[in-house]
């Protein structure tokens, strides 16, 4: 089992910038992928990007400004969010799973989910 938590959410004011931490524990050893969705209000579930051993992928909304990477402490991995626009405003999860079942951008493929961190950007 994988368990994941995410942190650093708030609010904050459009232009600035917001960094997320995802801690992952148990059988952190099976992770092969870890991804970054989101979820605005009376929205569908959106990607936002993933890590996949060292390579990263982004969506194109997010594509300059936000930024995936494993911190030094090996069981953390962060979303580094730069140039934050309301339209960012939603509910961020972390999303993990143990091999590659398909497309990347797919959250039904991963099994492991966070339980999400609200971020509220204010114009």
């Known amino acids: 089992q994988v368990h994941l938590a995410e942190s650093g959410g708030g609010l904050v004011q459009a232009g600035e910038s917001r960094k997320l931490s995802c801690a992952a524990s148990?059988?952190?050893?099976?992770?092969?992928?870890m991804g970054w969705f989101r979820q605005a209000p009376g929205k569908d579930r959106e990607f936002v990007a993933a890590w996949r051993g060292g390579t990263t992928y982004y969506s194109d909304s997010v594509k300059g400004r936000f930024f995936v990477s494993r911190e030094n402490a090996e069981n953390t991995v962060s979303l580094q969010m730069n140039n934050l626009k309301p339209e960012d405003t939603a509910v961020y999860y972390c999303?993990?799973?143990?091999?590659?079942?398909?497309?990347?951008?797919?959250?039904?493929?991963?099994?492991?989910w966070g339980q999400g961190t609200q971020v509220t950007v204010s114009s």
């Open positions: 999303a993990a799973d143990s091999s590659y079942k398909g497309p990347y951008y797919y959250g039904s493929n991963y099994e492991y």
């Open positions: 148990g059988r952190t050893f099976s992770i092969n992928i």
